[in-house]
């Protein structure tokens, strides 16, 4: 009773798109069951709105088609399928309690905090930035680039990336805009979070060769289940109705500002391991 919320940001998922294909048992027992009791926990508090991280992956694969928000949603893996059935579940809440939500689907998230203090961590990582400069650090004996068989024109997936403070932006403009009563009581509002700008994987890898002035070790290997073709986002309504302006969603900046917070983490750990020493 202390703290009497009015919103909540729900980030937290399972979101390993090969492993949801290997173990969806995993995938539809968190992010679904979790939210869940996540919902139930609003309604017993009164808290009755909510901005939502779902996910491009929602949508499948929808060759050659710039993706929106009104896009049919045809996931290929447990991970985009337990995502749609969240947006759902919010839906349907609205219905019967109420709930006013606010939907971001995330196209890949890529960049760190420009001071270099924040960053990505995941174990393991999967994301393709922090893999290529794991690569180009020699934390990685090369980039495995999984497929190049796909039909794009170097034959490997494309995909839009967007920064993470670009992110951050968007929910912050989310919130306010649910906060403002700008979402009807009970209704749900979806935005594409993106850049409409597609990379390949050979693309984001030589520009982060670029960038670092370094070369990138790379070894090639099969698709991986679950992989879109491309997936590339039309965020028109992010900016024309919040406001959105995704400044710092190019491709340089995001792999300079990511590879400026790998090199502060580098050099920390070296420092501690040296005092360790003495």
Not at 122 to 143: F, M, N, S, Y
Not at 154 to 178: E, K, N, P, Q
Not at 199 to 219: A, C
Request: charged share 20%; proline share 5%.
């Amino acid at each position: 009773t202390r703290y009497k919320p009015i919103c909540v940001m729900h980030f937290a998922a399972f979101a390993y798109v090969g492993e949801s294909v290997t173990d969806p048992s995993k995938y539809y027992g968190n992010n679904i069951t979790g939210s869940l009791s996540l919902l139930d926990a609003m309604r017993r508090n009164g808290v009755d709105t909510i901005v939502f991280s779902s996910t491009c992956a929602t949508y499948g694969d929808h060759d050659g088609v710039v993706l929106d928000e009104n896009t049919p949603q045809q996931p290929l893996n447990a991970y985009g399928a337990s995502k749609r059935a969240i947006e759902d579940m919010l839906k349907d809440f609205g219905a019967s309690d109420g709930l006013s939500s606010v939907i971001f689907r995330y196209f890949n998230v890529a960049g760190a905090d420009p001071d270099g203090e924040v960053g990505e961590f995941h174990q393991p990582e999967t994301h393709l930035v922090p893999l290529i400069l794991d690569a180009i650090d020699g934390k990685r004996p090369a980039l495995t680039i999984h497929g190049t068989d796909y039909p794009t024109p170097d034959g490997t997936c494309i995909r839009d990336y967007v920064h993470v403070m670009d992110l951050v932006d968007a929910h912050v403009l989310g919130l306010r805009h649910l906060l403002d009563g700008k979402v009807a009581r009970g209704a749900h509002e979806v935005f594409c979070l993106g850049t409409g700008n597609g990379f390949s994987v050979r693309e984001v890898i030589d520009q982060s060769g670029h960038v670092t002035n370094r070369p990138v070790p790379v070894s090639e290997g099969p698709r991986r289940a679950g992989d879109a073709v491309k997936l590339v986002s039309g965020s028109e309504k992010a900016v024309a109705v919040l406001g959105w302006n995704p400044a710092r969603s190019t491709m340089p900046q995001m792999i300079r500002d990511a590879w400026r917070w790998q090199d502060g983490v580098a050099r920390q750990l070296h420092g501690q391991a040296a005092a360790q020493r003495v």
